[in-house]
């Protein structure tokens, strides 16, 4: 059974940081792909960044491109969101995610399993 944990988030105020954590379980983690994505208020699920199954390459929408960094440590089986020069509109709950495929970097909508989501509010 694939399981999903996100920690990490939490209030803070416009320009701050935070960091969100995934751990996962139930596979081998340095097999697959792994993404970031967010649900702001009133809105659908969208994607916010991922990384493949090695860490060689990695995609980032273009409305955090610059500010958020997507990092995984195999060994720790843990995928990392840094997000740098928040702003209000980073407001959402932000889900780890994870394909069926191994070795293979989906197409942002192509993800499978989810974890249950952490809170992020950016402050004005």
């Known amino acids: 059974q694939v399981q999903l944990v996100e920690s990490g988030g939490g209030l803070v105020p416009a320009g701050g940081s935070l960091r969100l954590s995934c751990a996962a379980s139930g596979r081998t983690f340095s097999m697959y792909a792994m993404g970031w994505f967010r649900q702001l208020p009133g809105k659908e699920r969208e994607f916010v960044a991922d990384?493949?199954?090695?860490?060689?390459?990695?995609r980032y929408a273009d409305s955090v491109k610059g500010r958020f960094s997507i990092s995984r440590d195999n060994a720790k089986n843990t995928v990392l969101l840094q997000m740098n020069s928040l702003k209000p509109e980073d407001t959402a709950v932000y889900y780890c995610a994870t394909p069926r495929r191994s070795y293979y970097f989906p197409s942002t909508y192509e993800y499978d399993y989810w974890g249950q989501g952490t809170q992020v509010t950016v402050s004005s």
């Open positions: 990384i493949n199954y090695n860490g060689g390459r990695t």
